[in-house]
């Protein structure tokens, strides 16, 4: 079983920045990790992963430049630094693990979640 649990969410205003954090359980260095975020009325979607080595990043366009994903092996952690935040980045970001260990952006890969962490920037 693998339990993951996210901090670092909060309010900032635009132009701020962030550090969120997910500590995991279970064989941590063989899963693929990533961030998802949902803002309300809307679907999941991807925002950026990692592989198990943190040698493979994906991140989507939205985030490019912005946001940096990094994993701490040594302590079963994955972290999303978000830099420049703007109003659109409004949502509840969900730490994501897939034992297929690959950095990969479909939902659907993942098959554990932690609770999601609420990030708000006003407009």
């Known amino acids: 079983q693998v339990h993951l649990v996210e901090s670092g969410g909060g309010l900032v205003q635009a132009g701020g920045s962030l550090r969120l954090s997910c500590a995991a359980s279970?064989?941590?260095?063989?899963?693929?990790m990533g961030w998802f975020r949902q803002a309300p009325g809307k679907e999941r979607e991807f925002v950026t992963s990692?592989?198990?080595?943190?040698?493979?990043?994906y991140y989507a366009d939205s985030v490019k430049g912005r946001f940096t994903i990094s994993r701490d092996n040594a302590k079963n952690t994955v972290h999303l630094q978000m830099n420049s935040l703007k109003p659109e980045d409004t949502a509840v970001y969900y730490c994501g693990a897939n034992l297929l260990g690959r950095a990969t952006m479909t939902k659907y890969d993942y098959g554990y979640w932690g609770q999601g962490t609420q990030v708000t920037v006003p407009s």
């Open positions: 279970g064989r941590f260095s063989t899963y693929g």
């Open positions: 990692i592989n198990w080595s943190g040698g493979s990043t």
